[in-house]
């Protein structure tokens, strides 16, 4: 290969005989219309921000009379029926419209992250000799494979599933049951095992799997294991790529917004076993050399008795899709090559639509999270810019005034490279994601957890702190998350890095 194109795929590098493409650079870039998304997002705010302080004053006020004026307002009320019932109707609207429309907390009483079993682990060497041994892929798809897992970020001990150890590999429904099955199960005994909440205490199941989604289903996999009780909430995701953790979370939110006193658990993961590409097309072969075993489980609570033993609050959820443009719906595509073999096949205009969706994805972000100073340079910029087409470069909102963590999905090197240069983040900002993707690779829509539990690990979460999750997916999808960390967190002997942590981070050396 002469050179190399940077895809995204969840944040894959894509290598093509093609100039080298990269992330378009977002804060250059960025028009007005994106602005105007964020902002009519905060008006669903501000009724609620404007009543707040409006019934707050009302009770300075009136804290602040004494009973002669007590007296004279009744005398006034008394003789004007009118002012009494216009008074009352004002109070009981005001008093209604702000408990319809008051955010209920949402608490993430703790979350798991798989713990793999160590013969799993696949080496380089050896992943390259079992591909070479399955005779499938030509002298080629070998070198190919190689450059790639050499410039992926990826160390020696990620994990691939039982059935890929195999010579030749099997990758059966049976088997693709048996790592579902592992990893969710693993996942969620870890859990509940943590949170001391019986499984039948739990309301809402929300699971998200893209590639494999057999009948019955995950979620309803969980409930046969756990016995959940029979009215349970349950979902299942399919087909939403690697951001499809954000959006189980933002479903699993509503949910707990209308079912009051509630537990919803959410499960991300992805199956490795039946969606390993057994052909010699180049775009194809890159979810073989970066995707790996993983999974999460969240435990989502709205019961205010919660909120003293949670970790997080739910501040936001922001989602964008860029799905209504053909290019974007078709960037990231499951379809058979010209021999017949199934595989994700990668678009030359992957970085593009996916620099599109993050654009829109921050700016929607921007006004709920940045101080109303960022707000105002970076607003002004822009309107100079729009008004006397200079060449003025739009200010850069600083978004580490915003957020004290960074949780960049950990799709590939590529795209957490062009994040932090683009949002001028520091590399301990984007620390998490770099040693999740070495330590376990691209694990789907579980490595923002994975990422969130090395924060954890390494004892930097502190009460008051906000984290960002944000990740990207087929469709073509952009979606973040944001907590805010309740107290200290302390690290657990649970984690997924108990047994590595004080290795890392490492240096990162690529061929």
């Known amino acids: 290969m002469s050179s190399v194109v940077n895809a995204i795929n969840g944040g894959v590098q894509l290598h093509h005989h093609q100039a080298k493409t990269r992330l378009p650079d977002f804060l250059q870039s960025v028009n007005l219309k994106y602005v105007k998304l964020g902002y009519h997002y905060l008006m669903t705010y501000l009724l609620t921000l404007c009543l707040v302080p409006l019934m707050a004053v009302t009770v300075v006020q009136a804290s602040q009379m004494n009973l002669d004026d007590v007296h004279q307002l009744w005398l006034h009320l008394r003789y004007n029926l009118v002012s009494v019932v216009v008074c009352s109707g004002v109070v009981i609207f005001i008093s209604t419209v702000y408990i319809m429309t008051r955010p209920r907390s949402i608490y993430l009483v703790d979350f798991s992250c798989y713990r793999h079993l160590p013969h799993l682990e696949v080496k380089f060497e050896q992943f390259l000799e079992h591909s070479r041994l399955t005779g499938d892929f030509d002298e080629s798809s070998l070198k190919f494979q190689r450059k790639i897992l050499e410039k992926s970020g990826l ?16 990758p059966t429904m049976a088997k693709a049951r048996e790592e579902a099955e592992q990893v969710m199960f693993g996942a969620l005994d870890n859990l509940f095992e943590k949170t001391n909440v019986k499984p039948k205490d739990v309301g809402i199941l929300v699971v998200n799997c893209s590639l494999f989604n057999p009948t019955p289903s995950l979620s309803s996999m969980i409930v046969n294991k756990y016995k959940l009780r029979g009215n349970i909430r349950s979902f299942n995701l399919g087909g939403m790529g690697c951001s499809a953790g ?21 499960v991300s993961t992805e199956n490795i076993t039946q969606n390993w590409y057994f052909g010699n097309k180049k775009s194809m072969l890159i979810p073989n050399c970066l995707f790996r075993v993983g999974c999460s489980a969240v435990l989502l609570s709205n019961k205010s008795s919660d909120r003293r033993r949670a970790k997080y609050k739910l501040v936001h959820t922001v989602r964008t899709h860029m799905g209504a443009d053909d290019k974007a719906f078709k960037c990231v595509f499951q379809e058979q090559d010209d021999a017949g073999k199934i595989g994700v096949s990668l678009s030359k205009d992957l970085m593009t639509i996916a620099g599109g969706a993050l654009k829109t994805n921050i700016t929607t972000l921007g006004p709920l999270v940045l101080p109303i100073s960022e707000q105002l340079l970076f607003f002004a910029s822009l309107v100079v810019k729009k008004l006397f087409s200079t060449k003025l470069k739009p200010y850069i909102p600083n978004f580490n005034l915003a957020f004290d963590h960074f949780c960049i999905h950990a799709g590939g090197r590529a795209v957490i490279d062009e994040l932090e240069k683009n949002l001028q983040l520091l590399p301990e900002h984007v620390e998490a994601s770099r040693m999740t993707l070495h330590r376990f690779g691209n694990t789907s829509s579980s490595s ?5 539990a090395y924060i954890e690990a390494k004892g930097r979460m502190r009460k008051g702190h906000r984290v960002w999750q944000i990740a990207f997916g087929s469709g073509f999808k952009c979606n973040s998350a944001v907590w805010k960390a309740l107290r200290n967190v302390k690290p657990s002997n649970n984690s997924p890095w108990a047994d590595c942590i004080d290795m890392y981070p490492v240096k990162l050396v690529y061929a």
């Open 246 to 266: 954000v959006i189980a979370l933002d479903l699993a939110k509503d949910m707990l917004l209308v079912h009051r006193n509630s537990y919803a658990v959410v």
């Open 155 to 170: 160390g020696e001990r990620t994990y691939v599933p039982e059935a890929m150890h195999l010579i030749p590999p099997c």
């Open 448 to 452: 923002i957890w994975y990422e969130l």
